[in-house]
């Protein structure tokens, strides 16, 4: 991995990493928020959670793209978050 403070390149990918990180993180939390019952029911009839899964999909995805692009730049293992990418392109295909 190359050092944090070595060019302005470097320092912006390991920026880019932390938020899509963190951007994965409240993505993650929002899902698993407890719904109601009542909630539950009318976001199925609406297709509201259709809509929303299919969102937080393409928004992980495209966070996970940031992220093995920045760790490229950094010269930083980027396997796990590969393999994270394409299980959710396989959720997204269903």
Not at 20 to 33: A, F, I, R, T, V
Not at 48 to 56: L, N, W
Request: with cysteine; charged share 40%; hydrophobic share 40%.
């Amino acid at each position: 991995m190359r050092n944090i403070l070595e060019s302005e390149e470097i320092f912006e990918a390991y920026a880019v990493i932390d938020l899509c990180y963190y951007g994965l993180e409240k993505l993650n939390m929002e899902l698993g928020k407890p719904r109601s019952v009542l909630e539950t029911e009318i976001d199925r009839v609406t297709g509201y959670t259709k809509a929303k899964t299919e969102e937080s999909i393409d928004t992980a995805i495209e966070l996970l793209k940031q992220i093995i692009e920045a760790k490229k730049k950094i010269e930083a293992d980027y396997s796990k978050d590969a393999e994270m990418l394409d299980k959710i392109r396989l959720i997204k295909i269903k």
